[in-house]
Nanobody
Framework: QVQLVESGGGLVQAGGSLRLSCTAS????????MGWYRQAPGKQRDMIAT??????TNYAESVRGRVTISRDNANTVYLQMNSLEPEDTAVYYC??????????WGQGTQVTVSS
């Protein structure tokens, strides 16, 4: 079992920045990758960025250049978002993929970008 706790969401004006944090606890030694996804109302949940246990990163084209995923240790991952647009408004979810192919989700954190 892995527990994911997100923080850092909120309301920001267009052009602003936010940093989301996700801290994992539990069986963190078997996490092979962590990432951020988002889901806007009425839309599917889409991948934003992922980072592997080896530090390899992957970004969605829609956010490339505006978003940076990073981690400070094996348990906490950050998502730095700059130049935010109203289209970035969504619930952002932290995700952990295990070496067993299981995956876990955080509870989600709301990001609202006003125009």
């Amino acid at each position: 079992q892995v527990q994911l706790v997100e923080s850092g969401g909120g309301l920001v004006q267009a052009g602003g920045s936010l940093r989301l944090s996700c801290t994992a606890s539990g069986r963190v030694s078997v996490i092979r990758a962590m990432g951020w996804y988002r889901q806007a109302p009425g839309k599917q949940r889409d991948m934003i960025a992922t980072i592997s246990s080896g530090g390899l990163t992957n970004y969605a084209e829609s956010v490339r250049g505006r978003v940076t995923i990073s981690r400070d240790n094996a348990n906490t991952v950050y998502l730095q978002m700059n130049s935010l647009e109203p289209e970035d408004t969504a619930v952002y979810y932290c995700n952990a993929k295990m070496i067993t192919l299981q995956q876990y989700w955080g509870q989600g954190t709301q990001v609202t970008v006003s125009s």
